[in-house]
């Protein structure tokens, strides 16, 4: 492979050092080598790390000319291999391509390099009196190139709506033209909605451009208790459709409040002990941000809310966490999750399946979920095991399909795809949505180079008839060896 | 200072950590390096490899050290990890396996011959007393005092920052403090070799000094070194039950709001640097800004990036001993950042950061001036130091270039 024509990038920017390649092969999630290395490469031939847009389009330009597969990564906080290579070639070190923020105060649009986190965005951005429209809760490394290319959907989508509906403009270097940079509109041919949650699949994003709003003059937080998860869900539910609309509404049921008590860390209220049966408590979280009227009545609105409210201290501390939910892991050591978009309507249904499926098996089970739109709330479904133990672990990773098929049974489908949640692809996808998927791929990526074996089409390992039963026979030994001794 | 970060083994905590990222978010290091394994979370991964096996090249071990231990990964560890433990206790492991880098022995020859990290003779370590204005007889040794003032190798022997010890005791005398300095009798707090991993050499040298401490009589010790002062309160203080020990700012805090030190309008715009091991490793962020807040007619400025958010000076877990290049990198983006704020004059509180910011400022800020708090308010106190750095540098040449 000809990493010496990239002739605009310097060669202390180029790695083909083994442990290097090894460090970049691999995301937020341990996948035990037994199912990795049969059937992917996952150890790229070499990484590149592009200084500017430039470089980035002379890697796509030879990347292109010599069909090399390129995985454009930057913080690599995701969970599902969506920036991890499977099949060898180059991965795109983006993070160099950093801040580079130019605020437009009049359109109230701010251009951004990709690589720059959500956290050092805002702060930029506060600084200079404006603020985020939403951001994802890992914000602290999740870049802004990143979230465009997954699902885009979190703290303050409830209020804002998702990364997606905020872009401006990308600039794109895109293998069709041999790496050349595009700058991409909603009218551009392709539109922009092509790129948002395609994970660098049809190209790489060089810079964005997205609508921002004025720095809330005001803002508050309320924490409530809950005895009941039902009660808990209807609430949930009709403040997601209050005006003034909160920022965000959080919530986590007894499972998640009792993993962060293991894990170390004070919790804003008393469970039973012992765990099991498992407690029906929950908490709630609401925040306001915006003109101090708006946030005065959103908090009356929280007059009628049936929980009981807890200190405003105790508010102020969640909220101050709201980037720090993997403190949770420390109850591991490791933590495995299903993440899951779900209609708000059936919250309750599976809050308390969830719970029920906990009871029945004694397994330790912890849910939270940020709301991101008046119907739908993002789940996330966490639970502890030990990656060091790799029986345990694989059978630990087969109970996050049984996770999922309880999410999938009230509506619920996977958040973000990657390699893993490929085995997802017909809940993810209709066959036309799939069909269309797949046609803009062949048009925009005709030799597949960008960052293949994502999203499209599940490998054979991945396929329902080795995947289903092969994960569904794992979930049951997880419930065997995962039940909780305490 | 450390709020609920959690340490239970390397690799316990190699397998919590959840490979989210956001150390990789603040690491200076990093920033100036650029590939993964020069993040934090890299570097956790490769001390995982190294425990289960691998063996790693030199050039791959390097990395382990590419470190400040400037403590903001800790800060900002989304599974609550205390990583700065974490890097001191690898590096203790890479000693017991025989693989730390050549050049820190060096240092650790430095310190078991003459007892300081320069390798000069430890009986010039109060050298600089002598040139300051009408030193008394004892030049400060004394046999007794309440309050002894540790003044570590860097204030002691490097000429750029011995002006700051110069300044702290012209402050202690105008303030009236009855103390005294340890001389020869004083050796390096151990800092360097536990950064190093010499936890064995480390403890010989904290014996030497809880000795000489002890035979003072002292209630308090206050320290320049903000480095030196976290190594005597994790270190020292369990065999020291009842004394105080105090960073020169919280002192001169105090002795400010006692109206102590009389001082003269300075129309000087100035911001601050809150040192690593003072303010994130330290615990005091306040006692430096109610000092500077005491001064009349001075306009300061915070920088966006301080307190727990702090930058790194460069300066800091023997970097720069491994990668002077990077020290430089890193203390040339901090000042950067310092100098936009607008200040005529970077302010600190560690004389590791006065040398790495002075250093940095010629590459991006010339004019700016860079000083320790004490250095500032010795110059406008209604008595000032008189002597310039450069005089005492002169009378003191072989001083000039330390030897690591």
């Given amino acids: ?486 | 200072m450390k709020d609920n970060v959690f340490f239970k083994g390397l690799m316990a905590e190699a397998t919590i950590c959840s490979y989210c990222g956001y150390c990789r978010s603040v690491c200076p290091t990093y920033e100036g390096v650029g590939w993964e394994s020069c993040s934090p979370r890299g570097r956790l991964h490769l001390i995982r490899m190294l425990l289960e096996g691998t063996t790693l090249t030199a050039d791959q071990m390097k990395r382990l050290y590419q470190c400040t231990l400037c403590g903001h990964c800790t800060q900002v560890c989304s599974t609550r990890i205390d990583l700065r433990q974490f890097w001191l206790e690898a590096r203790k492991q890479t000693v017991l396996r025989k693989l730390s880098p050549p050049e820190f022995s060096t240092t650790l020859d430095n310190i078991t011959k003459t007892g300081n990290i320069y390798n000069y003779q430890n009986d010039e370590r109060a050298g600089w007393v002598e040139y300051m204005d009408d030193p008394p007889d004892d030049l400060y040794q004394r046999d007794r005092a309440e309050v002894v003032y540790f003044v570590g190798c860097l204030s002691s022997f490097s000429p750029r920052t011995q002006r700051i010890a110069e300044s702290f005791v012209h402050v202690l005398n105008a303030a009236g403090v009855d103390f005294t300095i340890l001389g020869e009798g004083e050796v390096c707090c151990g800092y360097p070799l536990l950064a190093a991993g010499m936890h064995d050499e480390a403890q010989k040298v904290i014996e030497q000094n809880l000795e000489r401490v002890r035979a003072t009589g002292a209630t308090t010790i206050v320290f320049n070194c903000p480095a030196c002062r976290v190594m005597w309160l994790e270190e020292y203080a369990r065999h020291l039950p009842g004394v105080r020990m105090l960073h020169s700012t919280e002192m001169l805090a105090n002795l400010t709001a006692d109206q102590k030190l009389p001082m003269k309008e300075v129309n000087r715009i100035v911001t601050y640097h809150d040192p690593c091991d003072l303010g994130r490793n330290g615990g005091v962020y306040n006692a430096p800004r109610e000092a500077l807040a005491a001064i009349p007619g001075l306009q300061f400025v915070e920088v966006h990036e301080r307190r727990e958010r702090a930058l790194c000076c460069g300066g800091g877990g023997d970097l720069e001993m491994i990668d002077t290049a990077l020290c430089g990198h890193v203390a040339a983006q901090t000042v950067k950042k310092l100098a936009a704020t607008g200040a005529q004059t970077i302010v600190t509180a560690c004389p590791q950061c006065v040398r790495m910011l002075t250093r940095g400022k010629e590459q991006t800020a010339p004019d700016v001036s860079v000083k320790d708090i004490l250095e500032l308010v010795a110059e406008i106190m209604d008595r000032p130091l008189k002597k310039s750095q450069d005089e005492a540098v002169q009378k003191c040449p072989d001083a000039r270039h330390p030897k690591f």
């Fill in chain 1, 1 to 486: 492979m000809s990493l010496k024509k990239l002739t605009t990038i310097s060669a202390d920017r180029v790695t083909e050092d083994d442990i290097e390649r090894k460090l970049y092969s691999r995301d937020l999630a341990f996948v035990p080598p037994i199912m990795v290395k049969p059937f992917f490469q996952t150890l790229p031939d070499a990484i590149i790390r592009p200084g500017n847009a430039e470089q980035v389009a002379d890697v796509l330009r030879q990347a292109t000319n010599e069909n090399i597969p390129v995985t454009p990564r930057a913080a690599a906080s995701t969970s599902y291999y969506n920036s991890v290579p499977v099949h060898g070639g180059w991965v795109l070190d983006m993070n160099d391509l950093r801040d580079g923020i130019e605020v437009d105060t009049v359109q109230q649009t701010v251009r951004v390099l990709p690589a720059t986190t959500w956290f050092d965005l805002d702060d930029a951005l506060q600084q200079k009196g404006f603020a985020a429209k939403s951001y994802p809760s890992s914000a602290i490394s999740a870049t802004v190139g990143g979230w465009v290319s997954m699902q885009g959907q979190g703290i303050g989508s409830l209020r804002y709506g998702g990364v997606g509906d905020q872009l401006v403009n990308l600039q794109v270097s895109m293998p069709l033209v041999r790496g050349e940079l595009r700058t991409i509109t909603r009218r551009s041919d392709p539109p922009l909605d092509w790129f948002v949650a395609t994970e660098g699949t049809l190209g790489v994003i060089t810079r964005v451009e997205l609508s921002i709003r004025p720095r809330p003059a005001a803002e508050s937080h309320h924490l409530f208790a809950f005895d009941d998860l039902n009660i808990l869900s209807q609430n949930v539910a009709s403040l997601a459709c209050a005006e003034p609309r909160p920022f965000t509404i959080f919530f986590a049921d007894s499972g998640y409040l009792r993993l962060m008590e293991r894990a170390g860390f004070d919790i804003p209220l008393e469970l039973p002990q012992p765990a099991f049966p498992v407690s029906n408590k929950g908490v709630l979280l609401v925040s306001f941000q915006g003109e101090s009227s708006e946030v005065t009545n959103g908090r009356e609105k929280l007059l009628h809310t049936a929980g009981k409210e807890l200190s405003s201290d105790l508010a102020l501390d969640e909220w101050n966490q709201r980037l720090h939910h993997l403190r949770t892991k420390r109850a591991g050591p490791s933590l495995l999750a299903a993440e899951v978009w779900l209609p708000l309507k059936e919250l309750s249904h599976y809050l308390t399946s969830v719970k029920n499926l906990a009871e029945r098996s004694r397994l330790l089970i912890g849910t939270y979920g940020f709301v991101v739109a008046p119907d739908t709330t993002l789940v996330m479904s966490l639970y502890p095991t030990d990656e060091r133990r790799t029986v345990k672990y694989l059978a630990a990773i087969g109970f996050t399909k049984r996770l999922h098929d309880l999410a999938a049974r009230y509506g619920g489908r996977p958040y973000g795809v990657g390699l893993w949640n490929t085995a997802y692809l017909p809940r993810l996808f209709s066959r036309s949505q799939l069909a269309e998927l797949k046609r803009r791929k062949a048009l925009l990526d005709p030799s597949g180079i960008m960052n293949p074996g994502k999203v499209y089409q599940a490998p054979f390992p991945l396929w329902p008839i080795t995947f289903g039963p092969g994960a569904t026979m794992l979930g049951a030994l997880h419930l065997s060896l995962g039940k909780d001794r305490s």
